[in-house]
Structures are given as C-alpha cells and as structure tokens.
C-alpha cells in the first residue's frame, strides 16, 4: 500500500521561481490518494494562484493566517496536528532562515512550528544563496531537529547561470516524502535484502550469457518493502538499468553471480531478510576469452564453450535471517518450487508459471504461488507485481513477527 494513501499531507509553497513545480507535485500527491492541503507563502502567491492548487486538491488553499474565512482563523493549529507529514517545495533561502529561527509570521511557519508530524524539505535558490554560510547553518539546524532535506540538484538555474539550488526532481521529493511516511510501518527498522534482474557471465570481452529478467518484480519489492519502513538493500544486474531505483534504497550494481554472491554476503552480514528475486545464471564459463572469439580458426565451424557450475547464492549464504526464493518455472511448477524449498531450507518460495501470459519476465503483472514451510501453498491471482510485492512482505513481515516473539 502507497505510504500517501488516504493520508493528509500538508504541502507548504514558499516564493521561489520553482513554485511551479509544486503544481506537479501537488497532482502527483493528489494521484497518489493524499489529502492535499497547500499552505502558501505570500510571497509564493506572487508566482502562481491559490486558484491553481486549489483546482487540483479540491480544497481551500491557506495563504493567509488572518483571513477570517479561512480555515488557518478558524481552527488556528488545525492543519498542524492533522497533517501525516509536511512537505515543503520549493523552500526558499529566506523560510529556512525563518524556519531555523522558530518564526511564526505568517500561515505555513505557524503550521511548521506548530506540528509533531514529520518534515521533508526540498530547498530552491540560486547556486551561491544555497551555498552561502548561514543557509547551510540553518538547514544543519533544522536537519540536527530532524527535518528530512531532498537536497536540489546541479545544473542550469533560472537566472542562467550553473549551480547546486534546482529544485530537485518530482520523483525524488515524492520517493523520500514516502520513505519518511513509512517510518511506523511494520517493517520499521528492518534490513532487507533483495536482488533483482538477470546476471551476465562473460564469454568474451563482447558476449554475456544472461536471461530475460528484467527486474520489475525485484524493484517492486524494494520499493514495497521501503513504503513499510524497511532499510533496504537492493542488489541489481546490468538487465535492470532502465528502471528507476526506488529513492531511499541502497543501489548496488553487479553483473556476475560470484559478484552478486559477494554483494549478498556483505549486505546479509545485518539482515533481517534476504529476498532473491535475481534470474541468476547456474552456469558460467570457465575461461571467457580475454580478446573478442573471431569466426576463424577453431571456431569457424562451430564453437564449444565450456560451462562451470556457479555457487548457489541461497544455500551458501547463512545466517539468521528470512529467506525468500524464487522458482520461475516452466513446468511441474509446485512440485519443483517445493523441492527447492527443501533443498535451500528457505522459509518462503515464490512460485511463477513463465508461460502464463501477464506474468514471468518483463510483464508489469504476475501470477504466483506462495509457498512456505510445510509445503502450505497460497495461490494469488494476476495482480500486478507491487501488489505481489506486498503479499511477499506480509508474509515475510510474519515471519518476522513470530520469531521476535520466540524470543523474548
Ligand atoms: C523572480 C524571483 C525569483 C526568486 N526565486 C527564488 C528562489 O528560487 N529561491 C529563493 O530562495 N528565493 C527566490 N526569490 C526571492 C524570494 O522570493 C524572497 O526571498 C522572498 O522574500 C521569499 O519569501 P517567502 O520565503 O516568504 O516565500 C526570488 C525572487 C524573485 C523576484
């Protein structure tokens, strides 16, 4: 479930010239099932119309903290203590400062220092505003009290000139908004683990041998498990380079399996679960060749490669945590994925028929079997593959839940 679901959240416009873009970030929220109230600076109104926002929330916009009609006169701390978070974008120079400083002039600093829930800050100004000394004491302040800061990027800013202060990308706000939100999820504090997409083994400096993975079903779940309030390490092939990494993950990048063997090793080291939804290839080749295989010679009339048999991630990698496998299969489906529960001592195996159409490889859908000790199977219908996601969670997030109580 989106973190920003049927949550309201407060998002605060201050008067840069970025305050456009809080027009987009406004919709996306407002897609994404938030609660939208926007409180703006009046230097904010200068750029764009409360008319604007509030044709897109469907709810009064506060600009002025003694509008008589307005909900802020009425109900002065009202926003403050409904909001499940504040998001503040843009935040310019000048309401950090006030923000560090604890002034409550006008309707949005009210709301801010008024409040318990949690702040993200995504900050706008030109290169040297944001650089400058005291703006970057004021957000070490706010960020030593807690406020979550999405720092602006690099890059041409409106005034023409080059420099760190462009607001940053949609995308990334929203991602961490979420990843705050999630803190009281139930998977809060716990490291999970997942890999994702299709392994290269190289046979020349020119060919691999991969598969058809395409590691949606493995970002589904790094960006599920992330909404839950998850730590989440997320270990991806080259095959997965078109998808966006969920914002707040830890990204590492492999392409052999003895890589993402030694990747998995290190990032279980704390794990709480290991989730491998990787492809990974059972084979390499035993000598890839150092200079590209030329149609001469030998192997002009045809090639032998000589495979050697890869380390199995999952029985070699020990250790006090959840295990999630995967059985992408093709046929006799329940019976090998049982088998290979056994055989790797996995808590849980995720089953997939490849043949079905909207599922397996590359699809947005799958249809999976949830198997777990005992051979107990759960079958799912086609759901599209975060929501699979979830299921897997729910599971993982039990198991997790009755061994904490084993304990104490
Ligand atoms: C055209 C224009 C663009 C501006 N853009 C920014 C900006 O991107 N970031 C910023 O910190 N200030 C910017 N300012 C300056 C702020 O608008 C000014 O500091 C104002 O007092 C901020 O008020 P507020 O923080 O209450 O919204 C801009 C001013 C103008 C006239």
């Given at each position: 479930m989106d973190p920003l679901h049927n949550r309201p959240i407060v998002l605060g416009v201050s008067g840069s010239i970025a305050c456009y873009k809080a027009v987009d970030l406004a919709s996306r929220l407002v897609k994404a099932g938030a609660l939208v109230d926007v409180v703006m600076t009046a230097?904010?109104?200068r750029f764009v119309t409360p008319l604007c926002f509030k044709s897109i929330t469907h709810r009064p916009v506060v600009d002025d903290l003694w509008d008589t009609n307005a909900e802020m006169a009425i109900e002065h701390v009202g926003l403050a203590k409904r909001a499940a978070a504040i998001l503040i974008a843009p935040a310019t120079a000048n309401l950090l400062a006030k923000l560090s400083l604890g002034f409550a002039e006008d309707a949005l600093q009210t709301t801010v220092l008024d409040t318990r829930a949690p702040i993200v800050i995504a900050p706008a100004m030109e290169g040297d505003m944001y650089g400058a000394t005291t703006t970057q004491e004021h957000i070490a302040r706010l960020r030593a009290r807690g406020v979550v800061f999405v720092e602006p990027e690099s890059g041409r800013l409106a005034s023409g000139l080059s420099g760190r202060g462009r607001l940053a990308d949609a995308e990334t706000i929203l991602g961490t908004l979420r990843a705050t939100l999630a803190r009281g999820g139930d998977l809060a504090g716990r490291r999970i683990v997942i890999s994702a997409g299709g392994t290269q083994e190289p046979i020349d400096p020119v060919r691999i041998i991969t598969n058809r993975s395409s590691g949606k079903m493995g970002f589904a779940l790094a960006e599920a498990a992330r909404d839950r309030g998850a730590r989440v390490t997320l270990i991806a092939t080259p095959t997965t380079d078109a998808l966006a990494p969920p914002i707040g993950t830890e990204l590492v990048r492999i392409g052999t399996v003895i890589e993402m063997h030694?990747?998995?090793r290190a990032a279980t080291a704390e794990a709480d679960a290991l989730?491998?939804?990787?492809?990974?290839s059972d084979y390499r080749v035993a000598h890839p060749a150092e200079q590209k295989i030329k149609k001469r010679g030998a192997a002009a009339n045809g090639l032998t490669i000589e495979?050697?048999?890869?380390?199995?991630?999952?029985?070699e990698t020990v250790g006090d945590f959840v295990r999630v496998g995967f059985a992408a299969e093709s046929e006799d489906l329940l019976a090998n994925a049982t088998q290979k529960l056994d055989k790797k001592r996995l808590d849980l195996i995720v089953a997939n028929d490849i043949?079905?159409?909207?599922?397996?490889?590359?699809?947005?859908?799958?249809?999976?079997?949830?198997?777990?000790?005992?051979?107990?199977?759960?079958e799912l219908p086609t759901l599209p593959k975060r929501e699979v996601a979830d299921a897997i969670l729910d599971r993982v997030a039990a198991i997790l839940a009755t061994r904490q109580k084993g304990e104490r």
């Open positions: 230097n904010a109104t030694e990747a998995v989730i491998m939804a990787a492809a990974v495979l050697v048999a890869n380390p199995d991630i999952l029985t043949t079905g159409a909207g599922s397996g490889f590359g699809s947005d859908t799958n249809r999976v079997i949830l198997v777990g000790r005992g051979g107990v199977a759960e």
